[in-house]
C-alpha cells in the first residue's frame, strides 16, 4: 500500500454469543432489549441467528451447538456493551427476565452504567449517557 492510497474501511459487523438454549435466548434478547432476530441458519453442526437493533447495523449473533458439549465463556473478554436511554428500566426488564446483577447501577462522569449477566452466563454492561 502506498502513502497515497487509502485504507480500505473496516467497521465492526457483530459479536458472537454461544448460548445453550437458542430459543430461550432469542426470548431473552427480545424481551429485555427488544431485538429482532433474523433467518435461522441450521447447518450440520450448529444453529445461529443475528439479532438487530432498530437502525443499528452491529448484530448480536447467537450459536448453538448441536453437540451438547458445554462452551466456556471464560476470562479473556470483556462485557457485552449496550448503550441505552433507560438504564433503570432495561436493566428492571433484564432483572426480570432471568438476569443477575454483576455490579449495581454507577455514575462514572457523564455516564452511569450496570453490569448483569444473562441466564445463559454472558456479562452485559449497560450505559446511559447522563444529561
Not at 65 to 79: A, F, L, M, S, T
Not at 84 to 91: E, K, M
Request: proline residues 7%.
Amino acid at each position: 500500500m502506498t502513502a497515497s492510497a487509502s485504507a480500505p474501511s473496516c467497521d465492526p459487523g457483530f459479536v458472537k454469543l454461544h448460548v445453550p438454549d437458542l430459543d430461550a435466548a432469542i426470548a431473552y434478547f427480545a424481551a429485555v432489549f427488544g431485538w429482532t432476530a433474523g433467518q435461522l441458519l441450521d447447518l450440520a453442526d450448529f444453529r445461529q441467528v443475528a439479532l438487530s437493533a432498530p437502525g443499528n447495523p452491529f448484530d448480536v449473533i447467537l450459536r448453538c451447538w448441536k453437540d451438547g458439549q458445554p462452551r466456556e465463556i471464560g476470562n479473556g473478554w470483556g462485557p457485552l456493551g449496550v448503550r441505552t436511554d433507560d438504564l433503570d428500566a432495561v436493566l428492571a426488564r433484564a432483572l426480570d427476565n432471568g438476569s443477575s446483577m454483576v455490579r449495581e447501577p454507577t455514575a462514572a462522569g457523564a455516564v452511569r452504567f450496570a453490569i448483569l449477566r444473562t441466564p445463559h452466563g454472558h456479562e452485559i454492561e449497560l450505559i446511559q449517557q447522563e444529561t
